[in-house]
């Protein structure tokens, strides 16, 4: 199966709302990455951790390298939020390879 | 800072053709990758390579060729477009071929006629 479950696949916020991503791992992990994809396919780093939590604005993400997951939460959204979320894994079976997840189709509404 | 061009930004071909995408990083980054991303899907790994003239071979690396001239740069080569063929090639670079964030480019956009 996938390495990297990523959760929902897509979602829709009101403005001003807030809600979590999550990706789940099924090997050990030894980071995470985030990314946001724009509409013109541009991927943005977000957050990279190999532990604990990071927050940037009214971005915060967390990894738990021993329950095996990650969440991206996401407070107060607005409307430029809009974007596919990815999260993407270090380690696994072969260390040199990072495996993606499959996205999460966020779309903000007014 | 630093940054990562992909060229070209457009790339149309014609069925059997072989295709070049390159790729210069100037972060002075060791590791260097391709991703293929279908649309509306995850990003698969083609090939990457750890420093210069190093490839390895990521899952999608049937029908493609790399080549890591300097440390600054990736090529990745489509040996035999395939009809209908569309997506988008990513580059990215990283500090270290583990244990360091990945950056991007903006990506290479394929059509194949």
């Known amino acids: 199966g996938d390495q990297v479950e990523q959760s929902p696949s897509a979602l829709s916020l009101h403005e001003g709302t807030s809600s979590a991503l999550r990706c789940n791992f099924t090997?050990?992990?030894?980071?995470v990455q985030w990314f946001r994809q724009n509409s013109r396919g541009s991927l943005i780093n977000l957050f990279y951790?190999?532990?604990g939590t990071k927050e940037n604005g009214r971005l915060k993400s967390a990894f738990d390298s021993k329950e095996l997951y990650s969440t991206l939460h996401i407070r107060d959204a607005q409307l430029e939020d809009s974007g596919t979320y990815f999260c993407a894994a270090e380690g696994g079976t072969n260390a040199y390879k990072v495996i993606f997840g499959k996205g999460t189709h966020l779309h903000v509404l007014p | 800072g630093g940054i990562i061009t992909q060229t070209p930004k457009f790339l149309i071909g014609q069925e059997g053709q072989k295709l070049t995408l390159k790729c210069q990083q100037n972060f002075n980054h060791d590791t260097m990758y391709w991703y293929r991303q279908d649309s509306g899907k995850g990003l698969r790994l083609i090939y990457y390579s750890i420093t210069e003239n190093d490839l390895q071979k990521g899952d999608l690396s049937e029908g493609y060729d790399a080549s890591r001239e300097k440390k600054s740069s990736f090529s990745l080569t489509v040996t035999s477009a395939q009809k209908n063929e569309m997506a988008v090639f990513l580059c990215?670079?990283?500090?270290?071929?583990?244990?360091?964030?990945?950056?991007f480019g903006p990506g290479t956009r394929l059509t194949v006629l």
């Open positions: 951790l190999a532990s």
């Open positions: 990215a670079s990283s500090p270290r071929d583990w244990g360091y964030e990945q950056y």
């Open positions: 090997t050990t992990t030894r980071s």
